[in-house]
């Protein structure tokens, strides 16, 4: 008879798997040495972790191989969910560590942007003229946009995947069989990339250049292979080309990859009764001519083109969380524009994208269901309205639990923000403000990696950001509900 894996055992020998996986994608930069042979030299930054790592993840794995595997207990997905991605970051941060361009702080805060999608960084002029590491960046990157428990779950099935996949914060399948799901996801997310590297070339970028940038927009990362970040490109290629093309990215990143199965299969009809298409769209008719005052008022009322050229595309960036720039520095844009900036990107891109912040649809429920309540409150008792939105192409109906636990994350998330802006303040050098600082969490929070520099001035507001951009990733309750169940453990009280 098979002995069974359940508990602590259990979680230790999943997360095997998950550093194992981790110490593959180490070694996967080492493949651009063919493309660059000069730097060979930083081939051991990769190696040498990566293959401590799989040794380390097989290990871990031999606890639960040839075992039958029971179901993880209440709350046990989250302590493996948070396990999975703190030891990602901190393993994926050995290869900056052992090259020594960047502090043990630099390296963590670096990988923590990375797998996060945040885009804020730290690279110094000598990390940017490593296309090695630049594309090792831009792989977590990847990893990060899709979600690290996704890759996995496209080689596990249902049983052991689901509750893991659910909580990372995906809440749509595209298919009955999540595996199946998850290859599809990747075919599609890697299938946007590839046309758009293509799209960034026709439009004069190196190819190197454009990959990673195609990367960056889809992830919703705001990676840039360059110091200058995308502005750099502004003179060498077809700059509207180049901006378009990144709208178009920035925005296909942001949105529910179930929408992506339905324009593929040509069912249009279901993207654009989508509650998140509308609260898109209706976002963006009040905000981008916001912006375009902001900007506009900044320039000194000259310049409208390019004012509504910046305010749109800083409007699109902030939304979908991205953090792309079409300014040489966001500072120019005005104190308006960045208080605009930290509303939109609060309010982030769609659920089941590679987006951050509260997302659309829980503001969509959150405003449908104050005019439900205030409707309600104007008619008769007798009357009874339904309450229902589209949502992935069905109407699903919205009970008090779900615009309960809408208002409520969006509660702690501001709770959090403000608290975490504070914070960075004291951590923050002497002429920093509380405003400069909030602006700085908020990206951190959202996802977003539009920065004013001061992520870059000490390591005291780098690990308040690191904070925050773990917070933002994993959406807070998943982190509780793991200390939540760690703690009980630790009293041995049961978890009901």
Avoid at 11 to 25: A, Q
Avoid at 152 to 166: E, M, N, Q, V
Avoid at 345 to 361: D, L, R, V
Avoid at 408 to 415: E, F, L
Wanted: hydrophobic share 50%.
């Amino acid at each position: 008879m098979k002995k069974t894996a359940s508990g602590y055992r259990l979680i230790f020998g999943y997360l095997g798997l998950f550093i194992t996986f981790i110490g593959i994608t180490m070694l996967l930069p080492l493949f651009v040495l063919f493309a660059y042979p000069q730097e060979a030299a930083d081939w051991y930054c990769f190696a040498a972790p990566g293959g401590g790592a799989i040794l380390v993840g097989i290990a871990l794995f031999m606890l639960i191989f040839k075992r039958d595997k029971a179901q993880l207990g209440k709350h046990q997905d989250a302590i493996l969910l948070v396990l999975i991605w703190l030891i990602s970051i901190f393993v994926a941060a050995v290869p900056f560590i052992i090259k020594g361009e960047l502090t043990f702080t630099q390296s963590i805060f670096e990988t923590t942007s990375a797998f996060g999608t945040i885009g804020l960084t730290v690279f110094n002029e000598s990390c940017f003229n490593s296309h090695i590491f630049v594309l090792y960046r831009s792989i977590i990157c990847f990893l990060g946009g899709i979600g690290l428990v996704l890759i996995i779950t496209s080689a596990i099935s249902d049983r052991y995947g689901l509750k893991l996949y659910i909580a990372e914060g995906h809440n749509d399948k595209l298919m009955p069989n999540l595996a199946k799901s998850a290859r599809l996801i990747l075919g599609i997310y890697i299938g946007i990339i590839l046309l758009g590297t293509g799209l960034f070339v026709l439009a004069g970028m190196p190819v190197f250049d454009a990959l990673i940038h195609s990367i960056s927009a889809v992830a919703t990362g705001g990676f840039s292979s360059r110091p200058e970040g995308l502005i750099a490109f502004q003179g060498s290629t077809n700059w509207s080309a180049v901006q378009a093309i990144s709208c178009i990215l920035m925005i296909m990143g942001a949105i529910n990859f179930l929408l992506h199965m339905f324009l593929i299969t040509g069912k249009f009809r279901k993207v654009w009764r989508d509650c998140e298409i509308r609260t898109f769209l209706i976002l963006g008719l009040i905000f981008i001519p916001l912006f375009f005052v902001a900007v506009l008022a900044q320039y000194g009322w000259q310049n409208p083109v390019q004012a509504l050229c910046e305010g749109s595309f800083t409007f699109i960036s902030a939304i979908t969380t991205t953090g792309f720039a079409n300014t040489a520095s966001i500072i120019n844009l005005g104190e308006v524009a960045l208080f605009l900036i930290v509303i939109v990107n609060i309010i982030g891109g769609g659920m089941g994208s590679t987006a951050g912040g509260i997302k659309q649809y829980r503001l969509a429920i959150a405003c449908k269901s104050f005019y439900w309540s205030t409707r309600e409150r104007l008619s008769s008792s007798n009357y009874i309205y339904p309450h229902y939105v589209w949502r992935c192409g069905e109407q699903k109906e919205i009970k008090a639990n779900d615009s309960s636990e809408a208002f409520s994350y969006i509660i702690i998330y501001i709770a959090i923000l403000l608290l975490g802006g504070l914070v960075t303040t004291f951590a923050a050098p002497e002429g920093w403000t509380y405003g400069q600082a909030l602006f700085e969490f908020s990206n951190a929070l959202s996802s977003t990696g539009l920065s004013n520099g001061l992520c870059q001035t000490n390591a005291g507001v780098q690990w308040c950001l690191i904070v925050g951009m773990f917070l933002g990733r994993l959406e807070i309750l998943s982190i509780f509900f793991a200390l939540y169940r760690v703690g009980r453990d630790i009293l041995r009280k049961e978890t009901h």
